[in-house]
């Protein structure tokens, strides 16, 4: 049975319902850790869900952060050093990712405070997690200010990429579900995928063909 | 056994190759169908897989949209009526959802292209797609150009909600897995999930329990 609402009913719902209900109606996400470090070289690892593909050539990488005064500590350690990683959770990871979300104090590093570990890459300043097996390092480009709600599109370039072999198809393609990279959904839902297809270049004059 | 690949090599790929790579790497995405109508009311449905949640007060949905000269009908209706319908993709419907991204000339209706049904709510000017469980109007607030690669981050604002009763729980939170909606990977790949589980508000003081 369906029901229809319309913005004044969705307007009228609390804060924390609405919240829900809007977070999931946009549909699944790459939700993924960030890891950065401050000035003075300290770790911050959070997780962010909202990461969306820009473009491959260049190729370019975008997520988007809450205002400032929400969630301040990955937005200011990209800005103040450029580099940042982006890892990929897998189930046995999902308790210490979402506990990234809670809120440590400036200095304290959600690596120490999850259990999540520090991996280092020669040349890289900033630090991936260990237990990732699907990584990358994005070079800040540009922060774009949402003025409807004063949330950011922060959009880096790819300088690098981890990524197990066995999962590589041979036209590029990553079969991420084979490396256990899960989606989020809403605020706080994972989930496992399994794949439906993929599917040919789509063509006005012929049908679609399973790759 | 993990490859790590530095930005030369990746720039050194092939356009299709770099493609699928890129736009696998950052993980599962949103894959929805935008409902529009031309100035003239003739329909169109193009299939997005790149929308991210931006808030929920005001209630805010973003999706990107290729340069103008890949992907031109979709933005000119939107900013043509202001109006537009973002509607999930079921695993039944996954064949004709990948077909609208054929370039049909303007004026095709990508409805009647593929076999998906137009679905008219009283009041509303833009089609939904009738097979979908799970569908939302949006009205435009704003086109964000992107500098680095001329594509557009569209904002629009929730309208009206339409999702089966039985997946919304108590708090808000919609099980879209029990509505069918899928997620997609890359350009062409299309997956099912399934739950792992919803945790609680993180706190840096006590232990995540399960919701």
Redesign the interface.
């Known amino acids: ?7 004044e009913e ?1 307007k009228s ?1 609390s ?18 850790l960030i890891g950065t470090v401050d000035s003075d070289r300290r770790s911050n690892l959070a997780v962010f ?14 997520f ?1 952060n809450r205002p400032r005064e929400a969630a301040p500590h990955t937005l200011a350690n990209i800005e103040a050093t450029s580099l940042y990683t ?1 890892n ?1 959770i897998t ?1 046995s990871m ?2 210490q990712a ?7 104090e400036e200095g ?1 590093s959600e690596f120490n ?1 999850t259990g999540l570990n520090e991996e280092w ?1 020669e040349g890289v300043p900033v630090p991936f997690v260990k237990e990732s ?2 990584k ?1 390092l994005l070079q800040l ?2 922060v ?1 200010p ?4 004063g ?1 950011f ?1 922060v ?1 880096g ?10 999962i ?2 041979g ?4 079969h ?2 084979q490396a256990g ?3 989020s ?2 605020i ?17 004059d012929r049908p ?1 063909t399973r ?1």
């Open positions: 049975m369906r029901k229809t609402f319309f913005d969705i719902w804060r924390f319902y609405r919240g829900n209900f809007v977070n999931s109606l946009s549909g699944f996400k790459s939700v993924s869900s909202n990461l969306v593909h820009l473009g491959a050539d260049p190729a370019l990488i975008g988007i982006i990929h189930d999902v308790v979402h506990q990234t979300s809670a809120k440590y304290v405070a890459i097996h699907v990358y480009e540009d774009v949402i003025k409807q709600n949330t599109l959009i370039s790819l300088r690098l990429a981890v990524v197990p072999h066995e590589i198809s036209d590029g393609f990553l991420l579900e990279s899960i989606t959904l809403g706080d839902g994972y989930y496992n995928t399994s794949a439906l297809g993929r599917f040919s270049y789509a063509k006005t679609l790759l």
